[in-house]
């Protein structure tokens, strides 16, 4: 039998206050510490009803089950990524394979970075910029939640949460000021590799 790993909270790459002033530590502590946590606790526990149901014979939860499963796994393995492609260093603009490739797949990064921040505008969740291994080319989506709107199949290489949760408190109903200062924090080396990564998968 192969061994799957129990879903754990990860650990945030720098210091809860260090992507101050764009986003304060009060934010970040109550999103990664709650919200993010509560996405952890979720799919546990939605794994471990699943096995019990399956246990017992008997699969009566099991839909909602794994609905759930795949609702804060998502929110799970995107905040992950979100933790990740940002950093007190970041900012600027992508360079290298990853900024040819933006140019290739959307004419220049300025058209790029207008069309990620409308999707961040649009979405009831998350703007992400995923590389789609059917097309092979880089796209951008508009997600809801954290998994309704889902390219099949594509993997996010820069994920940017635009629930309330993540800038309220900050810059209340401006949106636009939120989106604007993730662009200060975007760690583009992460970025990157997330990119290279899927060039090996799929290439
Ligand atoms: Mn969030």
């Not at 919200?35 to 149901?53: F, I, M, W």
């Not at 929110?75 to 990853?98: A, C, K, R, S, V």
Request: hydrophobic share 35%; aromatic share 12%; with cysteine.
């Amino acid at each position: 039998m192969s061994e799957h790993s129990e879903p754990e909270l990860p650990e945030l790459p720098y210091d809860y206050d260090a992507l101050e002033p764009h986003i304060s530590e009060q934010v970040v502590t109550w999103h990664h510490d709650t919200h993010h946590q509560g996405y952890v606790n979720g799919l546990a526990s939605a794994e471990e009803t699943l096995a019990d149901n399956r246990e017992a014979g008997d699969f009566g939860s099991s839909g909602g089950a794994m609905r759930s499963v795949t609702h804060n796994g998502a929110g799970h393995y995107l905040h992950t990524l979100f933790w990740e492609n940002m950093h007190p260093n970041g900012g600027g603009e992508p360079e290298g394979d990853l900024r040819d490739r933006i140019e290739e797949d959307f004419g220049s990064y300025e058209g790029w970075k207008g069309e990620f921040e409308a999707a961040a505008g649009a979405a009831g969740g998350w703007a992400l910029l995923v590389y789609d291994p059917v097309a092979k080319q880089l796209r951008n989506v508009v997600v809801d939640k954290h998994d309704q709107g889902a390219l099949w199949g594509s993997h996010p290489i820069l994920a940017l949460d635009v629930w309330e949760h993540s800038y309220y408190y900050d810059y209340g109903p401006d949106r636009g000021s939120f989106i604007d200062a993730f662009f200060e924090v975007v760690n583009w080396d992460k970025v990157a590799d997330e990119y290279q990564t899927c060039l090996g998968h799929f290439e």
